[in-house]
């Protein structure tokens, strides 16, 4: 699942002040995160040295709701105007949002040290359920969104840069009605792979991390609130470690995976899940 807007601010405080960058101050840092809106993002991360936090999510594909009503619902207005260098909501489907954001990196003039492609959607339909349209929505989205965030990053990514793709658990098991969303996750893992391999003579690292089942509103979006108590108790109780995991668990992994500190990994899959395929 996608990590919110507030529970995002551990990861850019830990890449922007735990020493881990060049001198001369913080890069940019792009987040594509298909949680809440942008401007609970800016406002979280206001008080931070960070020059710009993209956000470009799949609104149409989750049903949420226009950017404009989000604004409107919970910019702080008595702080003022947003933050110079967020960039707007967007769909990571959409070619235009995506040129719209890198655009904006460009003009910075900085390139792009870190990439977290985090945006994704999640449905339940057996085999016998799902439709086209089902299929080709997650697909859309996990994979194609995936690719294009990516892709359209190239020409901007630093020497040395990092890229890290959500993945997930669920492409290692199979659970009844979740085969689309595990195939997808199962193809941005490939493509950490794969990515590894092309961008290597670039310096640039790629990596996948693969959450378990981790307490964030895409459970809620994904069984509805009135089952969202419930079904979060089934899956810690399928956990070695006995509970679901923390946004912040998994933001410390992605930190790691953006940072020097994970230097010497290239293509790998980091699992963040409780123990839940270790053991």
């Known amino acids: ?25 913080p890069h940019i840092v792009i987040v594509s995160d298909a949680g809440y809106d942008v401007n609970r993002l800016a406002w979280v991360l206001r008080d931070l040295p960070v020059e710009m936090v993209g956000r470009v999510r799949s609104d149409r594909v989750m049903r949420l709701p226009k950017p404009r009503v989000l604004e409107d619902r919970f910019r702080p207005r008595r702080c003022g105007p947003l933050p110079a260098g967020i960039s ?6 959409d070619t235009a949002d995506l040129d719209r954001l890198y655009d904006a990196v460009r003009e910075r003039g900085r390139g792009l040290d870190v990439l977290f ?28 969104g995936t690719l294009l965030t990516v892709q359209k990053a190239l020409p901007l990514l630093n020497d040395g840069a990092s890229v890290i793709l959500n993945a997930s658990t669920a492409a290692d098991h199979g659970t009844p009605a979740f085969g689309a969303y595990a195939a997808s996750k199962a193809a941005v893992r490939s493509f950490a792979r794969t ?31 009135e089952n969202s108590a419930a079904f979060k108790a089934n899956l810690g109780a399928k956990v070695a470690i006995g509970r679901i995991g923390r946004p912040e668990e998994v933001a410390a992994a992605v930190a790691f995976l953006a940072s020097a500190d994970s230097s010497y990994m290239m293509g790998a899959n980091l699992y963040v899940d409780g123990g839940e395929h270790q053991i």
């Open 195 to 225: 990515w590894a391999n092309e961008l290597n003579s670039r310096g640039v690292r790629v990596n996948a991390v693969s959450p378990g089942p981790i307490d964030t509103s895409g459970i809620t979006e994904l069984v509805g609130e």
């Open 117 to 144: 492609a985090n945006a994704a959607t999640a449905s339940f339909a057996t085999l016998e359920q799902i439709t086209g349209e089902d299929f080709d929505r997650i697909f859309e989205v996990n994979v194609k």
């Open 88 to 93: 707007p909501p967007g769909d990571i489907t």
């Open 1 to 25: 699942m996608a990590m919110g807007a507030g529970q995002l601010r551990g990861v850019v405080e830990r890449l922007i002040t735990a020493g881990q960058w060049q001198a001369g101050g």
